[in-house]
């Protein structure tokens, strides 16, 4: 998770939706609220969003580029926006 950390504050701004395993059990003090915090430690901007936020926000955003990475539903945000 630290290592997921640095990489994420590399950006402006990190939105970071729910974290599950894909075919393991979640792992206790793996969230997507833990790993926003670790990435604000980095001096990045950094939040735990439900996709439904992700999408409003990017919505209302003026940006030059986005990065979608992930597993799961990620392609639904893509057409949200």
Same mark, same amino acid.
């Given at each position: 998770?630290?290592?997921? =950390?640095?990489? !994420?504050?590399?950006? #402006? $701004?990190?939105?970071? /939706? ?5 075919? *393991? &059990?979640?792992?206790? %003090?793996?969230? #997507?609220?833990?790993? =926003?915090?670790? /990435?604000?430690?980095? %001096?990045?901007? =950094?939040? #735990?969003? /439900? ?8 919505? #209302? +955003? &003026?940006? &030059? +580029? $986005?990065?979608?990475? %992930? =597993? %799961? *539903? !990620? ?7």
């Amino acid at each position: 998770m630290e290592e997921t =950390a640095i990489e !994420l504050s590399r950006f #402006s $701004i990190a939105l970071i /939706t729910e974290i599950y395993g894909a075919r *393991e &059990d979640p792992i206790v %003090g793996i969230n #997507s609220q833990v790993l =926003a915090e670790k /990435t604000r430690r980095y %001096g990045n901007k =950094a939040l #735990s969003v /439900t996709q439904k936020e992700v999408i409003l926000m990017l919505r #209302s +955003c &003026d940006f &030059d +580029c $986005i990065a979608l990475i %992930g =597993a %799961g *539903e !990620l392609d639904l945000i893509k057409k949200e926006i």
